[in-house]
T-cell receptor, first 112, second 112 residues
Framework: SQTIHQWPATLVQPVGSPLSLECTVEGTSNPNLYWYRQAAGRGLQLLFYSVGIGQISSEVPQNLSASRPQDRQFILSSKKLLLSDSGFYLC???????????FGPGTRLLVL | KNEVEQSPQNLTAQEGEFITINCSYSVGISALHWLQQHPGGGIVSLFMLSSGKKKHGRLIATINIQEKHSSLHITASHPRDSAVYICAVRPLTQGGSEKLVFGKGTKLTVNP
């Protein structure tokens, strides 16, 4: 069966510090991968998606970047965190385009 | 105005009651998703539908493409159904899109 992992589960970082959140998927190959953010009081927002290694599409201009160094690994990064980067970050995968999304457990990020 | 509107924002019910959560959207779509987010933050995909009706256990989802409206029904509600229910749509775009647009969610509390 397929599983999706995210770490860390919770992170508290100072403003201006770097960020690296990792997402890995097991039990499938060539998944489509997604990063979402859920800010307090707001709906989920798609940040990045990837249909293959090294292929990243950005949905919104922001302080964050994403990379996919391996087939089942998706990384969300920032060089300098802002207060507004605080939120709940979710990784998700699908088998193909426009199919059911399976979400990871999420990472709560608090930038102080 | 958000492209996806859910109502009500909050809903409290007694165990056993029939629950209806509504979702209206303003753009043409290729699919609509209903998601369930538990208090810990984890998200589970309940349904993906593009027409008609789907049923899974005590959950029923319907969609009316012409009216741009979907409903999620829960029969014989139980305290374990307490969660935030999120509606998300995939807008129609030329060539297809990976982007989902999310509602802000409906927080359901079922009391014993």
């Amino acid at each position: 069966s397929q599983t999706i992992h995210q770490w860390p589960a919770t992170l508290v970082q100072p403003v201006g510090s770097p960020l690296s959140l990792e997402c890995t998927v097991e039990g499938t190959s060539n998944p489509n991968l997604y990063w979402y953010r859920q800010a307090a009081g707001r709906g989920l927002q798609l940040l990045f998606y990837s249909v293959g290694i090294g292929q990243i599409s950005s949905e919104v201009p922001q302080n964050l970047s994403a990379s996919r160094p391996q087939d089942r690994q998706f990384i969300l990064s920032s060089k300098k965190l802002l207060l507004s980067d605080s939120g709940f970050y979710l990784c998700a995968w699908t088998r193909g385009r426009q199919e059911t999304q399976y979400f990871g457990p999420g990472t709560r990020l608090l930038v102080l | 105005k958000n492209e996806v509107e859910q109502s009500p924002q909050n809903l409290t019910a007694q165990e056993g009651e029939f629950i209806t959560i509504n979702c209206s959207y303003s753009v043409g779509i290729s699919a609509l998703h209903w998601l369930q987010q538990h208090p810990g933050g984890g998200i589970v995909s309940l349904f993906m539908l593009s027409s008609g009706k789907k049923k899974h256990g005590r959950l029923i989802a319907t969609i009316n493409i012409q009216e741009k409206h979907s409903s999620l029904h829960i029969t014989a509600s139980h305290p374990r159904d307490s969660a935030v229910y999120i509606c998300a749509v995939r807008p129609l775009t030329q060539g297809g899109s990976e982007k989902l647009v999310f509602g802000k969610g409906t927080k359901l509390t079922v009391n014993p």
